[in-house]
Structures are given as C-alpha cells and as structure tokens.
C-alpha cells in the first residue's frame, strides 16, 4: 500500500460524496463532478484552496491535529473514518514502517482454557480475520469457514473466494461491504503489516467483488454487531456478537456470540451443541479441543 495515495483517494472520496446542502452552501447551476469542489471544502475547513489541493494528493507532511480535525467535520466523518485519516497520516511518517510488528499467531493455553469453558460459540481471530481457535461449539457455527477449501481459515477469504459463502450469508452483499471496510481500516492502521497486505493482495487479484469495494475507500470498526447465518445442519440463526481484545496477545481478540432466549435461533444453537459432543456437524472428524489452526 502507498499511504500518500490512500490519503489522496481517502479525502476525494470523502469530498465527492457531500453535497453542497449537506454542507451547509448555496448550490448554483449543474456541476461537472459529484460532492464538493474543493475550494468550497478548503473554506470549511479554515484552509486555503493550495493548501488543501496539497493534501488531496497526500502531502501531509508537517499538518497539524488541528487542520486534521478541521477537515474531519468539513467532510462530516464518523468515528471510523476520522480514525482512520489519522492513521493514514501518521502511516506516512519514516518511523511507521520500522514500527511495524506482525499480528501474534499463538493461542496461549489460557486463553484455550476460557475458550472451552464458555458455554456459547466463542473463537479468536487476529485483527484481520485468521481464525486461530475456537471452543467447540464456536468451531461447529463456523465449520463452512474451518473446513473450506480456501485455506489458512479467514473470513474475508471464505467471504470473497468460496463460493459456499453466498449460502452461509444470507447477507452476502452487505456483509462482504463490511469485511472490505474492516480490512481498510486496519490497513490504514498498519499498512506496512506483510501478513495483512499478502490478504489484501490475493483478494484484490482473484475477487473482483473485492475489488469494486476495495476502490470505495469505505471504513468501520468491527466490534460489535449482528449476525444472520443459514448454517447447513441446524439451518437459520441470527446472532449478536461482541469482540473484545486480548490485551496480552497484540492483534488478537475473542468474538463472543449470543442468541436471544428463547428464539429459534437459540432452539438451532441448542440443536448444534448436541451435534458437537459426538462429531463435526458436517460429518467429516471428531469436533474437540482447537488449540492453534
């Protein structure tokens, strides 16, 4: 990734897609382009029209916090994208590339411990979606994913590159939105990451899906939220999650999953945990302990 082009792309994609009554100012005759002419962004933002025209073609060096918070309302961010043109510029910085550190990969045993002790689907996945362990019945929820043929197991893999993914999302298209947006922020965190742009790099050549939303420049955080799965034994759930970081462990996190009582999403999860205390819901291999995919 070049972080002075994704600065670049970042605010003209921000900047196309508000109008001048969103914004607050007059609009007279038809315009050539959609959104905001840049002099009229450079006004709001307490800029001059050079000084911004700079920063659209990502030369950021020397801006100020202030100048940055000043264009995060001129373009009305949310938190997600205001976040993320920070990281974007401080991802310019010299020391940025000599700070990047690959996310961990290692399960330690305690963690694998509170995973099997929790009594609803749990897994943990690094921050750009590796599934690295699972409890049991978190490793039979997600057995499409485990069990694809696109492997190491990941989410934005399954998503974009198995085709049994438009069956186990029935909200393919929004949730593959997403999971691009969700890539972009961490990539905008840590741009210089390999592991990370080895993912972005096979997506972008073998999905072209992956590609059209990879131009869009869209972010998001990826917290907490909900969940529709048509899971082929047990059929379909509709769950909530929340992910949590593992501070100890840099770039990990457990994602927790809950059903409301009494639902027949509950009824299906209660019908697949019975499927794990003998063999994997699909039938290949024993369903036990997953230390470290």
Request: net charge neutral; proline share 6%.
């Amino acid at each position: 990734m070049d972080a002075a082009a994704d600065i670049a792309e970042f605010l003209a994609s921000r900047r196309a897609r508000i109008t001048p009554e969103q914004a607050g100012l007059p609009s007279y005759g038809q315009r050539r382009v959609p959104g905001l002419r840049r002099e009229e962004l450079a006004a709001l933002a307490g800029v001059s029209a050079d000084y911004y025209r700079r920063l659209e073609r990502g030369q950021v060096t020397g801006v100020s916090e202030q100048v940055l918070e000043a264009l995060a309302r001129a373009l009305q961010l949310d938190d997600a994208e205001r976040t993320h043109l920070f990281d974007l510029v401080r991802a310019t910085s010299p020391v940025a590339r000599r700070r990047s550190r690959p996310a961990s990969r290692r399960i330690r045993p305690v963690v694998q411990r509170l995973l099997n002790q929790i009594q609803a689907p749990a897994l943990v996945a690094s921050v750009h979606g590796d599934l690295l362990a699972a409890n049991p019945l978190g490793r039979a929820l997600y057995a499409p994913i485990f069990d694809s043929r696109e492997q190491p197991a990941n989410f934005a893999r399954f998503t974009f590159l198995d085709p049994a993914a438009a069956d186990f999302y029935p909200d393919w298209a929004q949730l593959a939105s997403e999971s691009v947006a969700s890539l972009r922020s961490r990539a905008g965190r840590n741009p210089y990451q390999r592991d990370l742009q080895d993912l972005i790099g096979e997506l972008a050549t073998r999905s072209d899906e992956f590609r059209v939303r990879w131009a869009a420049h869209d972010v998001r955080f990826h917290r907490t939220g909900h969940k529709r799965l048509h899971h082929p034994i047990v059929g379909d759930l509709e769950l909530d999650y929340e992910t949590m970081a593992l501070e100890a462990d840099e770039g990990l996190g457990m994602t927790l999953y809950a059903a409301e009582a009494g639902s027949p999403s509950q009824h299906a999860l209660d019908m697949l945990a019975s499927w794990t205390a003998t063999a994997d819901p699909l039938g290949r291999r024993p369903v036990g302990e997953v230390r470290d995919l």
